[in-house]
Protein backbone atom coordinates (compact mmCIF):
# COMPACT_ATOMS: atom_id res chain seq x y z
CA UNK A 1 0.00 0.00 0.00
CA UNK A 2 2.93 2.36 0.65
CA UNK A 3 4.59 2.03 -1.91
CA UNK A 4 1.34 2.36 -4.17
CA UNK A 5 1.35 5.40 -2.67
CA UNK A 6 4.30 6.45 -3.45
CA UNK A 7 4.10 5.80 -7.09
CA UNK A 8 0.18 7.77 -6.91
CA UNK A 9 2.32 10.70 -5.24
CA UNK A 10 4.39 10.91 -8.16
CA UNK A 11 2.20 10.11 -10.94
CA UNK A 12 0.18 13.20 -9.28
CA UNK A 13 3.12 15.18 -9.15
CA UNK A 14 4.20 15.03 -12.71
CA UNK A 15 0.77 15.36 -13.96
CA UNK A 16 0.05 18.41 -12.34
CA UNK A 17 3.73 20.01 -13.16
CA UNK A 18 2.31 19.31 -16.38
CA UNK A 19 -1.16 20.94 -16.10
CA UNK A 20 -2.94 17.83 -17.24
CA UNK A 21 -6.16 18.94 -15.51
CA UNK A 22 -8.39 16.25 -17.20
CA UNK A 23 -5.76 13.07 -16.03
CA UNK A 24 -5.90 14.34 -12.82
CA UNK A 25 -9.33 14.31 -12.51
CA UNK A 26 -9.77 10.74 -14.21
CA UNK A 27 -6.96 9.96 -11.68
CA UNK A 28 -8.03 11.09 -8.66
CA UNK A 29 -11.98 9.87 -8.80
CA UNK A 30 -10.86 6.15 -9.23
CA UNK A 31 -9.10 6.65 -5.12
CA UNK A 32 -10.63 6.39 -1.97
CA UNK A 33 -11.05 9.68 -0.30
CA UNK A 34 -8.51 8.30 2.40
CA UNK A 35 -5.84 7.27 0.11
CA UNK A 36 -6.34 11.00 -1.75
CA UNK A 37 -5.75 12.32 1.20
CA UNK A 38 -2.74 10.33 2.31
CA UNK A 39 -1.05 11.51 -1.50
CA UNK A 40 -2.27 15.28 -0.78
CA UNK A 41 0.15 15.25 2.50
CA UNK A 42 2.95 14.42 0.81
CA UNK A 43 2.05 17.26 -2.32
CA UNK A 44 3.41 20.49 -2.19
CA UNK A 45 1.03 22.75 -0.14
CA UNK A 46 0.96 25.24 -3.11
CA UNK A 47 -0.34 22.09 -5.57
CA UNK A 48 -3.03 20.61 -2.60
CA UNK A 49 -5.97 23.45 -3.71
CA UNK A 50 -5.67 23.07 -7.61
CA UNK A 51 -5.87 19.58 -6.85
CA UNK A 52 -9.05 19.59 -4.32
CA UNK A 53 -10.79 21.29 -6.79
CA UNK A 54 -10.66 18.74 -9.12
CA UNK A 55 -12.38 15.80 -6.80
CA UNK A 56 -16.26 15.70 -6.90
CA UNK A 57 -18.10 17.03 -4.04
CA UNK A 58 -18.77 13.63 -2.32
CA UNK A 59 -14.79 12.65 -3.04
CA UNK A 60 -13.94 16.35 -1.79
CA UNK A 61 -15.93 15.87 1.22
CA UNK A 62 -14.79 12.46 2.16
CA UNK A 63 -10.82 13.80 1.50
CA UNK A 64 -11.34 16.84 3.68
CA UNK A 65 -12.98 14.90 6.76
CA UNK A 66 -9.26 12.57 6.19
CA UNK A 67 -6.99 15.57 6.30
CA UNK A 68 -4.52 16.92 8.82
CA UNK A 69 -6.23 20.07 10.60
CA UNK A 70 -3.35 22.03 9.00
CA UNK A 71 -3.84 20.92 5.31
CA UNK A 72 -7.76 22.04 6.23
CA UNK A 73 -7.14 25.29 7.33
CA UNK A 74 -4.88 25.87 4.17
CA UNK A 75 -7.75 25.08 2.26
CA UNK A 76 -10.35 26.97 4.09
CA UNK A 77 -8.16 29.94 4.17
CA UNK A 78 -8.31 29.77 -0.21
CA UNK A 79 -11.57 28.54 -0.31
CA UNK A 80 -14.27 30.79 -1.44
CA UNK A 81 -17.35 31.15 0.96
CA UNK A 82 -19.34 29.02 -2.17
CA UNK A 83 -16.44 26.40 -2.06
CA UNK A 84 -16.46 26.28 1.63
CA UNK A 85 -20.29 25.97 1.70
CA UNK A 86 -19.96 23.49 -0.74
CA UNK A 87 -17.80 21.34 1.87
CA UNK A 88 -19.44 21.78 4.62
CA UNK A 89 -22.79 20.68 3.30
CA UNK A 90 -21.31 17.39 2.66
CA UNK A 91 -20.05 17.04 6.22
CA UNK A 92 -21.88 14.68 8.45
CA UNK A 93 -22.15 16.40 11.80
CA UNK A 94 -19.77 14.82 13.72
CA UNK A 95 -16.97 15.25 11.14
CA UNK A 96 -18.11 19.36 11.36
CA UNK A 97 -17.92 19.08 15.08
CA UNK A 98 -14.26 17.58 14.77
CA UNK A 99 -13.58 20.31 12.02
CA UNK A 100 -14.77 23.20 14.44
CA UNK A 101 -12.65 22.23 17.66
CA UNK A 102 -9.87 21.68 15.54
CA UNK A 103 -9.66 25.39 14.06
CA UNK A 104 -8.71 28.76 15.09
CA UNK A 105 -11.61 31.17 16.39
CA UNK A 106 -10.99 33.26 13.25
CA UNK A 107 -11.77 29.85 10.63
CA UNK A 108 -14.35 28.47 12.88
CA UNK A 109 -16.42 31.91 12.68
CA UNK A 110 -15.55 31.80 8.69
CA UNK A 111 -17.22 27.35 8.50
CA UNK A 112 -20.56 28.34 10.92
CA UNK A 113 -21.17 31.29 8.71
CA UNK A 114 -21.22 29.25 5.75
CA UNK A 115 -23.41 26.08 7.77
CA UNK A 116 -26.80 25.82 6.86
CA UNK A 117 -28.84 26.87 10.05
CA UNK A 118 -30.00 23.29 10.81
CA UNK A 119 -26.45 22.44 10.62
CA UNK A 120 -24.90 25.17 12.85
CA UNK A 121 -27.66 24.42 15.58
CA UNK A 122 -26.35 21.09 15.54
CA UNK A 123 -22.70 21.39 15.91
CA UNK A 124 -23.32 24.17 18.56
CA UNK A 125 -25.39 21.40 20.52
CA UNK A 126 -22.82 18.79 20.15
CA UNK A 127 -20.14 20.98 21.42
CA UNK A 128 -21.78 21.75 24.85
CA UNK A 129 -21.03 17.96 25.50
CA UNK A 130 -17.97 17.23 27.77
CA UNK A 131 -14.55 16.33 25.47
CA UNK A 132 -14.40 12.49 25.71
CA UNK A 133 -18.00 11.77 26.22
CA UNK A 134 -20.02 9.85 24.01
CA UNK A 135 -22.40 13.31 23.31
CA UNK A 136 -19.22 14.74 22.04
CA UNK A 137 -18.63 12.35 19.15
CA UNK A 138 -22.22 11.30 17.93
CA UNK A 139 -23.99 12.32 15.08
CA UNK A 140 -27.51 13.41 14.91
CA UNK A 141 -27.92 11.93 11.70
CA UNK A 142 -29.77 8.69 12.00
CA UNK A 143 -32.68 6.92 10.57
CA UNK A 144 -36.03 7.26 12.62
CA UNK A 145 -39.25 5.15 12.38
CA UNK A 146 -42.53 5.54 13.62
CA UNK A 147 -43.84 2.32 15.87
CA UNK A 148 -47.12 2.63 13.40
CA UNK A 149 -45.43 2.34 10.35
CA UNK A 150 -45.68 -0.59 8.47
CA UNK A 151 -42.30 -2.39 6.26
CA UNK A 152 -43.59 -0.90 2.93
CA UNK A 153 -43.82 2.72 4.64
CA UNK A 154 -40.15 2.21 6.71
CA UNK A 155 -38.17 1.10 3.19
CA UNK A 156 -39.60 4.02 1.35
CA UNK A 157 -39.01 6.58 4.39
CA UNK A 158 -35.27 5.28 4.23
CA UNK A 159 -35.21 5.52 0.45
CA UNK A 160 -36.41 8.81 0.97
CA UNK A 161 -34.35 10.10 4.00
CA UNK A 162 -31.25 7.75 3.94
CA UNK A 163 -29.01 9.48 1.40
CA UNK A 164 -28.64 12.30 3.99
CA UNK A 165 -27.50 9.55 7.09
CA UNK A 166 -24.35 8.47 8.22
CA UNK A 167 -25.89 5.08 8.03
CA UNK A 168 -28.99 3.62 7.36
CA UNK A 169 -28.27 -0.21 8.16
CA UNK A 170 -29.82 -0.34 11.89
CA UNK A 171 -33.10 2.32 12.32
CA UNK A 172 -34.19 3.14 15.45
CA UNK A 173 -38.09 3.27 16.32
CA UNK A 174 -38.84 5.93 18.47
CA UNK A 175 -42.65 7.59 19.21
CA UNK A 176 -41.88 11.46 20.20
CA UNK A 177 -37.39 10.45 20.57
CA UNK A 178 -38.09 8.27 22.73
CA UNK A 179 -36.62 4.98 21.98
CA UNK A 180 -38.61 2.03 21.29
CA UNK A 181 -36.56 -0.67 19.45
CA UNK A 182 -34.06 -1.37 16.64
CA UNK A 183 -34.40 -2.95 13.38
CA UNK A 184 -32.02 -3.60 10.48
CA UNK A 185 -32.30 -2.70 6.71
CA UNK A 186 -32.47 -6.50 6.46
CA UNK A 187 -34.84 -7.09 8.68
CA UNK A 188 -37.33 -5.27 6.83
CA UNK A 189 -36.15 -6.46 3.33
CA UNK A 190 -36.89 -9.95 4.52
CA UNK A 191 -40.06 -9.61 6.20
CA UNK A 192 -42.84 -11.45 4.61
CA UNK A 193 -45.34 -8.87 4.79
CA UNK A 194 -45.08 -5.60 3.17
CA UNK A 195 -48.09 -4.76 5.76
CA UNK A 196 -46.50 -5.95 8.90
CA UNK A 197 -45.79 -3.32 11.31
CA UNK A 198 -42.27 -2.37 12.10
CA UNK A 199 -42.82 -2.78 15.68
CA UNK A 200 -43.75 -6.74 15.03
CA UNK A 201 -40.17 -7.67 14.01
CA UNK A 202 -38.13 -4.66 15.86
CA UNK A 203 -35.65 -5.61 18.44
CA UNK A 204 -36.93 -4.20 22.02
CA UNK A 205 -33.80 -5.06 24.50
CA UNK A 206 -31.84 -2.05 23.27
CA UNK A 207 -28.25 -1.29 24.17
CA UNK A 208 -27.70 2.09 23.99
CA UNK A 209 -25.41 4.69 25.75
CA UNK A 210 -25.74 7.79 27.58
CA UNK A 211 -24.69 10.89 26.54
CA UNK A 212 -22.11 11.62 29.08
CA UNK A 213 -20.84 7.83 29.36
CA UNK A 214 -16.96 8.15 28.53
CA UNK A 215 -16.35 7.54 24.69
CA UNK A 216 -13.80 4.55 25.68
CA UNK A 217 -16.53 2.21 26.91
CA UNK A 218 -18.34 2.93 24.10
CA UNK A 219 -16.00 2.01 21.44
CA UNK A 220 -15.12 -0.66 24.01
CA UNK A 221 -19.17 -1.73 23.52
CA UNK A 222 -19.16 -1.40 19.84
CA UNK A 223 -16.59 -3.78 19.60
CA UNK A 224 -17.97 -5.86 22.08
CA UNK A 225 -20.96 -6.26 20.55
CA UNK A 226 -19.81 -6.11 16.85
CA UNK A 227 -22.44 -3.12 15.90
CA UNK A 228 -22.43 -0.80 13.10
CA UNK A 229 -23.64 1.67 15.35
CA UNK A 230 -24.97 2.25 19.38
CA UNK A 231 -27.87 4.70 19.80
CA UNK A 232 -27.11 7.35 22.50
CA UNK A 233 -29.55 8.48 24.80
CA UNK A 234 -29.63 10.92 27.35
CA UNK A 235 -31.43 10.62 31.00
CA UNK A 236 -34.80 10.64 29.75
CA UNK A 237 -34.04 7.80 27.35
CA UNK A 238 -34.99 10.17 24.62
CA UNK A 239 -32.56 9.55 21.35
CA UNK A 240 -30.21 12.26 20.72
CA UNK A 241 -28.17 10.42 17.95
CA UNK A 242 -26.11 7.48 17.30
CA UNK A 243 -22.47 6.20 17.45
CA UNK A 244 -21.06 4.33 14.41
CA UNK A 245 -17.69 2.00 14.12
CA UNK A 246 -15.70 4.36 12.35
CA UNK A 247 -15.88 6.91 14.99
CA UNK A 248 -15.29 4.18 17.69
CA UNK A 249 -12.11 3.28 15.79
CA UNK A 250 -10.50 6.60 15.75
CA UNK A 251 -11.35 6.65 19.90
CA UNK A 252 -9.50 3.80 20.39
CA UNK A 253 -6.65 4.93 17.91
CA UNK A 254 -6.76 8.04 20.00
CA UNK A 255 -6.80 6.16 23.48
CA UNK A 256 -3.87 3.51 22.55
CA UNK A 257 -1.67 6.40 21.17
CA UNK A 258 -2.40 8.36 24.81
CA UNK A 259 -2.08 5.13 26.80
CA UNK A 260 1.50 4.29 24.97
CA UNK A 261 2.79 7.85 25.51
CA UNK A 262 1.65 7.69 29.20
CA UNK A 263 3.81 4.46 29.58
CA UNK A 264 6.45 5.76 28.13
CA UNK A 265 6.61 8.80 30.78
CA UNK A 266 5.10 11.35 27.98
CA UNK A 267 2.44 13.83 28.08
CA UNK A 268 -0.22 13.21 25.62
CA UNK A 269 -0.05 14.56 22.75
CA UNK A 270 -2.06 15.33 19.84
CA UNK A 271 -0.01 16.17 16.68
CA UNK A 272 1.36 13.57 14.52
CA UNK A 273 5.16 13.06 14.92
CA UNK A 274 6.81 14.20 11.52
CA UNK A 275 4.29 17.24 11.77
CA UNK A 276 5.47 17.96 15.97
CA UNK A 277 9.01 20.72 15.98
CA UNK A 278 11.45 19.69 18.53
CA UNK A 279 9.92 22.28 21.02
CA UNK A 280 6.81 20.51 21.11
CA UNK A 281 8.63 17.11 21.51
CA UNK A 282 10.73 18.91 24.63
CA UNK A 283 7.51 19.83 26.09
CA UNK A 284 5.58 16.38 25.76
CA UNK A 285 8.90 14.84 27.61
CA UNK A 286 10.79 16.97 29.74
CA UNK A 287 8.45 17.18 32.97
CA UNK A 288 8.42 13.09 33.38
CA UNK A 289 12.07 13.57 32.45
CA UNK A 290 12.71 15.69 35.02
CA UNK A 291 10.26 13.98 37.74
CA UNK A 292 11.70 10.72 37.35
CA UNK A 293 15.25 12.60 37.44
CA UNK A 294 14.36 13.59 41.01
CA UNK A 295 12.81 10.18 41.85
CA UNK A 296 16.22 8.48 41.06
CA UNK A 297 17.87 10.34 44.02
CA UNK A 298 16.27 7.96 46.12
CA UNK A 299 18.25 4.88 44.41
CA UNK A 300 21.42 7.06 45.13
CA UNK A 301 20.47 7.54 48.68
CA UNK A 302 20.38 4.35 49.11
CA UNK A 303 23.55 3.57 47.82
CA UNK A 304 25.04 6.04 49.86
CA UNK A 305 23.99 4.43 52.79
CA UNK A 306 25.16 1.24 52.29
CA UNK A 307 28.70 2.75 51.09
CA UNK A 308 30.60 1.29 54.28
CA UNK A 309 29.23 -2.43 53.33
CA UNK A 310 30.07 -2.10 49.41
CA UNK A 311 33.74 -0.66 50.38
CA UNK A 312 33.83 -4.42 52.55
CA UNK A 313 32.31 -6.49 49.36
CA UNK A 314 33.09 -4.51 46.13
CA UNK A 315 32.49 -7.07 43.84
CA UNK A 316 28.61 -6.88 45.21
CA UNK A 317 28.60 -3.49 43.16
CA UNK A 318 28.86 -5.18 39.96
CA UNK A 319 25.76 -7.07 40.01
CA UNK A 320 23.82 -3.86 41.28
CA UNK A 321 23.01 -3.44 37.14
CA UNK A 322 21.59 -6.53 36.23
CA UNK A 323 19.51 -6.47 39.73
CA UNK A 324 17.53 -3.16 38.76
CA UNK A 325 17.27 -3.86 35.08
CA UNK A 326 15.22 -7.62 35.97
CA UNK A 327 13.14 -6.16 38.46
CA UNK A 328 11.93 -2.73 36.27
CA UNK A 329 11.52 -5.50 33.31
CA UNK A 330 9.62 -7.80 35.88
CA UNK A 331 7.39 -5.01 37.20
CA UNK A 332 6.80 -3.50 33.45
CA UNK A 333 5.55 -6.91 32.13
CA UNK A 334 2.84 -7.28 35.08
CA UNK A 335 2.00 -3.25 34.65
CA UNK A 336 1.59 -3.91 30.69
CA UNK A 337 -0.34 -6.77 30.92
CA UNK A 338 -2.77 -5.33 34.09
CA UNK A 339 -2.82 -1.74 32.16
CA UNK A 340 -3.94 -3.66 29.03
CA UNK A 341 -6.82 -5.81 30.79
CA UNK A 342 -8.37 -2.96 32.31
CA UNK A 343 -8.49 -1.06 29.68
CA UNK A 344 -10.66 -3.63 27.74
CA UNK A 345 -12.58 -4.14 30.81
CA UNK A 346 -11.22 -7.52 32.01
CA UNK A 347 -10.63 -6.58 35.35
CA UNK A 348 -11.33 -4.72 38.09
CA UNK A 349 -10.34 -3.37 41.24
CA UNK A 350 -12.41 -6.31 43.26
CA UNK A 351 -9.87 -8.47 41.23
CA UNK A 352 -7.04 -7.44 43.07
CA UNK A 353 -6.06 -10.33 45.05
CA UNK A 354 -6.83 -13.24 42.22
CA UNK A 355 -4.41 -10.66 40.28
CA UNK A 356 -1.87 -10.51 43.31
CA UNK A 357 -1.96 -14.35 43.99
CA UNK A 358 -1.43 -15.17 40.07
CA UNK A 359 1.51 -12.72 39.93
CA UNK A 360 2.82 -14.47 42.93
CA UNK A 361 2.65 -18.08 41.14
CA UNK A 362 4.36 -16.61 38.20
CA UNK A 363 6.82 -14.51 40.01
CA UNK A 364 8.04 -17.64 42.03
CA UNK A 365 8.69 -19.26 38.62
CA UNK A 366 10.18 -16.45 36.74
CA UNK A 367 12.25 -15.78 40.22
CA UNK A 368 13.40 -19.84 40.49
CA UNK A 369 14.36 -19.89 36.72
CA UNK A 370 16.26 -16.69 36.47
CA UNK A 371 18.07 -17.18 39.82
CA UNK A 372 19.32 -20.70 38.48
CA UNK A 373 20.46 -19.03 35.40
CA UNK A 374 22.36 -16.30 37.34
CA UNK A 375 23.70 -19.00 39.75
CA UNK A 376 25.36 -20.74 36.95
CA UNK A 377 26.09 -17.15 34.81
CA UNK A 378 28.19 -15.89 38.17
CA UNK A 379 30.18 -19.04 38.95
CA UNK A 380 31.48 -19.60 35.29
CA UNK A 381 31.31 -16.76 33.48
CA UNK A 382 32.33 -14.06 36.43
CA UNK A 383 34.46 -16.42 38.45
CA UNK A 384 36.10 -18.88 36.10
CA UNK A 385 36.28 -17.07 32.66
CA UNK A 386 36.80 -13.93 33.65
CA UNK A 387 38.72 -14.85 37.07
CA UNK A 388 37.58 -12.94 39.50
CA UNK A 389 38.23 -14.79 42.72
CA UNK A 390 36.58 -12.12 44.69
CA UNK A 391 33.38 -13.98 43.79
CA UNK A 392 32.42 -16.61 46.21
CA UNK A 393 29.23 -19.21 46.63
CA UNK A 394 27.66 -17.23 49.42
CA UNK A 395 27.97 -14.04 47.20
CA UNK A 396 26.38 -15.71 44.55
CA UNK A 397 23.43 -17.30 46.34
CA UNK A 398 22.77 -13.64 47.64
CA UNK A 399 22.77 -11.99 44.52
CA UNK A 400 20.60 -15.15 43.05
CA UNK A 401 18.38 -14.92 46.36
CA UNK A 402 18.00 -11.17 45.94
CA UNK A 403 17.01 -11.62 41.86
CA UNK A 404 14.41 -14.39 43.05
CA UNK A 405 13.16 -11.48 45.88
CA UNK A 406 13.40 -8.60 43.21
CA UNK A 407 10.78 -10.03 40.68
CA UNK A 408 8.48 -11.13 43.73
CA UNK A 409 8.82 -7.39 44.60
CA UNK A 410 8.52 -6.20 40.97
CA UNK A 411 5.46 -8.42 39.77
CA UNK A 412 3.37 -7.46 43.30
CA UNK A 413 3.97 -3.19 42.52
CA UNK A 414 3.33 -3.74 38.81
CA UNK A 415 0.11 -5.70 39.42
CA UNK A 416 -0.80 -3.75 42.18
CA UNK A 417 -0.08 -0.01 41.29
CA UNK A 418 -2.55 0.52 38.07
CA UNK A 419 -5.40 -1.16 39.72
CA UNK A 420 -5.14 1.46 42.61
CA UNK A 421 -4.25 4.39 40.59
CA UNK A 422 -7.69 3.43 38.55
CA UNK A 423 -9.74 2.98 41.80
CA UNK A 424 -8.51 6.36 42.95
CA UNK A 425 -9.65 7.86 39.54
CA UNK A 426 -6.26 8.01 37.83
CA UNK A 427 -5.31 6.94 34.51
CA UNK A 428 -3.57 3.35 34.77
CA UNK A 429 -0.91 4.14 32.27
CA UNK A 430 0.51 6.66 34.12
CA UNK A 431 1.67 4.09 36.55
CA UNK A 432 3.34 1.79 33.79
CA UNK A 433 7.23 1.80 32.90
CA UNK A 434 8.81 4.92 34.08
CA UNK A 435 7.19 4.85 37.30
CA UNK A 436 7.24 1.04 38.10
CA UNK A 437 10.96 0.74 37.20
CA UNK A 438 12.19 3.91 39.68
CA UNK A 439 9.92 2.40 42.58
CA UNK A 440 11.30 -0.86 41.82
CA UNK A 441 14.82 -0.02 41.66
CA UNK A 442 14.89 2.09 45.07
CA UNK A 443 13.39 -1.16 46.73
CA UNK A 444 15.50 -3.94 44.74
CA UNK A 445 18.70 -2.00 46.22
CA UNK A 446 16.95 -2.27 49.61
CA UNK A 447 16.13 -6.07 49.35
CA UNK A 448 20.00 -6.72 47.54
CA UNK A 449 21.80 -4.75 50.51
CA UNK A 450 19.71 -6.21 53.49
CA UNK A 451 20.44 -9.42 52.20
CA UNK A 452 23.73 -9.01 51.80
CA UNK A 453 24.21 -7.50 55.50
CA UNK A 454 22.17 -10.41 56.79
CA UNK A 455 24.25 -12.85 55.08
CA UNK A 456 27.94 -11.32 54.70
CA UNK A 457 28.47 -8.94 57.32
Known sequence: MAERLVTMEHTLRVLLEGKKYSTLKDVLITMNGAD??????????VGIPKLFRLLPKELAAETFVEMEPEVQELLIRGFSDAELHDVIEELYVDDAVDLVEEMPANVVKRILAQA????????????????????????????????????????ARI???????????????????????????????????????????MDENVISVNTMDDQEKVAQMLSKYNFLALPVVDNDNLLVGIITFDDAMDVLEEETTEDIEKMAGMLPSDKNYLRSNAWDLFKHRIPWLALL??????????????????????????????????????GSQASVS???????????????????WKEIQT??????????????????VDRMLMGNTDITVITAFVVCF????????????????????????FDPAVMASPFITTIVDALSLLVYFGIANALLF
Open 116 to 155: DPQMRREINDLLRYPENSAGSIMTTEYVSLRPGMTVAEAI
Open 402 to 425: TMAMTVLVAKLIGCSLPMCAQKLG
Open 338 to 356: IIRALSLGELEFADLPKVA
Open 36 to 45: VAAVFEEIDP
Open 363 to 380: AVLCGATLSILCFGKIML
Open 159 to 201: RRTGVDKETIYTCYVTRDRKLLGTVSVKDLLLAADDDAPVTQI
Open 293 to 330: MVSATFTGMIITGFESALAAQVVLTAFIPMLMDTGGNS
